[in-house]
């Protein structure tokens, strides 16, 4: 019976287009996912928008619209760019669905009824960018850390979710749970500016916004946005939905104890996710999640890419020059989870010549027309192949696999790319051109079964990253992703007697 993994990424906000961070995010996830379910899981993958707050309503009306036709409009574009950069996502969740709202009023009013949520005043500074009160850890030099932008003052009543009751409990679970935040220095920043030092409780309802989920405890009050927000990787799952029997229990599926649950996100909403959100599911009397992960920002030499700053990367221009491979696979490998990532026109360009079109698609030009011209196309059967370039294609599965299964995935793919450089290395050191003048045909048959095996093994493992390129190499070495697996990937026998197609660039290098 297959295990369960279910995977979220954060609801973006669709105030504005989506940008080259918001990809990366969604594409780790979607490799991730895609990693699972080729080792056997059965999977779920979440991702959606955040439609509700202050930033939309006013967005809405600078467009003469209103909040959800502007929201729609919105919504289209990303599930556009999610379609094209290739996510398999299994539920888009919009806050603005009735399940949803409904759902977080139930969650509301359960937690109001048990004294975890009362009514309060707050008197403090606000940052209208990122909808959220901050406080002096939020701040440097009298803005904002996250938008570089001014906070106000603001005075309003609201009601508050009891935090600073779970603070005992958060603060066990982290140093009990070594695995549970990654990585360790996202931690112990928000243990060391929230947890210790002076843990305040969550506002979570606005009187001042009508754009948002109303309480039906109080008809003034809209629900605030990380509540809301937080609540959408349960709703997605249909929680405390009771309406349609015949549906599969999503809950008992994804969320239940023997689920890996994995949820990726920037470090920027670290604090709401390692402490309010584990908050809730306590409250809620529900398990927590596998592992955390908070990754680092995509940056210019000149600080960090934001649709507050107005210096964003559309991914749809990078894909309508590159390719969604390309793109993919430069988010996944270059940018670490564990830092920060740069990103410039140069390094992108230098990437896809060098990484993409020089090495791994030309490994696969230079041995299919050697197959050609030497084996009338067919990979010949052999005894054996060199055994240390099979150890190093045996331990690189290995390596990868270990890096993939901690949500490494940028070290797991480079060393992928580091085999494909290997076996371009091969070529030019067992010189296959010199064993067929010299006739040496024993040699040269092992040398071409052994490079054609790689290139196979190569595909099947980049094969959640490069989605196009995979399917059309294998095609052209006579091999369906779907037969190959972890089980069988190791045996070089895989590519015995396949028949060749004729050479094709997988991705023409660019000038």
């Known amino acids: 019976m297959p295990k369960n993994f279910y995977i979220t990424t954060p609801i973006y906000y669709p105030s504005a287009n989506l940008h080259l961070g918001h990809a990366y995010t969604t594409v780790v996830a979607d490799v991730i996912k895609r990693y699972k379910k080729m080792s056997g899981y059965n999977t779920y993958f979440v991702t959606g928008t955040d439609e509700h707050g202050q930033k939309i309503e006013k967005k809405a009306f600078e467009n003469n619209e209103t909040p959800i036709e502007f929201v729609n409009k919105q919504v289209e574009k990303i599930i556009f760019l999610w379609d094209k950069l290739g996510i398999q996502y299994d539920k888009f969740i919009r806050t603005t669905q009735p399940n949803h709202e409904k759902t977080v009023q139930k969650i ?38 996250v938008c570089k932008l001014k906070p106000i003052k603001l005075s309003e009543e609201n009601y508050y979710f009891k935090v600073t009751a779970f603070k005992n409990f958060i603060i066990k679970y982290l140093n009990d749970n070594p695995n549970f935040v990654s990585p360790e220095k996202i931690k112990k920043e928000v243990m060391n500016n929230f947890l210790e030092n002076n ?20 008809d003034k009050h809209t629900i605030y946005v990380w509540f809301d927000a937080l609540s959408n990787y349960l709703t997605a799952l249909d929680y405390l939905n009771d309406n349609d029997s015949s549906k599969i229990n999503l809950m008992e599926q994804f969320w239940s104890d023997d689920t890996e649950i994995v949820q990726f996100f920037g470090k920027e909403i670290s604090r709401f996710h390692i402490i309010y959100w584990p908050s809730m599911l306590k ?36 894909m309508a020059e590159y390719s969604r ?50 084996f009338d196309s067919k990979i010949p059967d052999v005894e054996s192949i060199d055994s240390e370039f099979y150890d190093l294609i045996k331990n690189t599965i290995k390596k990868y696999k270990i890096n993939m299964d901690k949500f490494d995935v940028s070290n797991a793919i480079k060393v992928v790319i580091d085999l494909s450089k290997y076996a371009n290395k091969f070529i030019e050191e067992t010189k296959p051109w010199v064993m067929a003048k010299e006739k040496n045909i024993t040699a040269l048959s092992k040398n071409i079964t052994a490079l054609s095996y790689v290139n196979v093994v190569i595909s099947f493992l980049l094969s959640p990253v490069l989605i196009d390129g995979t399917l059309k190499n294998l095609n052209l070495f006579d091999i369906n992703l779907n037969d190959l697996s972890f089980d069988n990937i190791t045996n070089y026998k895989i590519v015995i007697g396949k028949t060749i197609k004729n050479s094709e660039i997988l991705y023409q290098r660019k000038i």
């Open 108 to 145: 509301f009013t359960k937690l109001y009824k048990e004294g975890l949520i009362y009514k309060g005043n707050y008197d403090g500074l606000y940052c209208e960018s990122c909808e959220e009160y901050l406080t002096l850890s939020n701040i440097e030099e009298g803005v904002c850390k």
């Open 199 to 218: 843990l305040s409780d969550l506002s979570i309802t606005r009187s001042s916004i009508k754009w948002g989920i109303n309480i039906k405890e109080d």
């Open 283 to 318: 409250a809620l009397n529900l398990r927590m999640p596998t592992t955390l992960i908070a990754h680092g920002w995509i940056l210019f030499k000149d600080g960090k890419m934001s649709k507050s700053r107005n210096n964003v990367i559309d991914p749809l221009e990078l």
């Open 325 to 374: 491979d390309a793109l993919r696979l430069f988010l996944t490998s270059e940018i670490s989870y564990e830092k920060d990532g740069i990103y410039s026109n140069e390094i992108f360009f230098d990437f896809y010549n060098n990484v993409l079109a020089n090495n791994i698609g030309n490994l696969s030009s230079r041995v299919i027309n050697m197959a050609k011209k030497y």
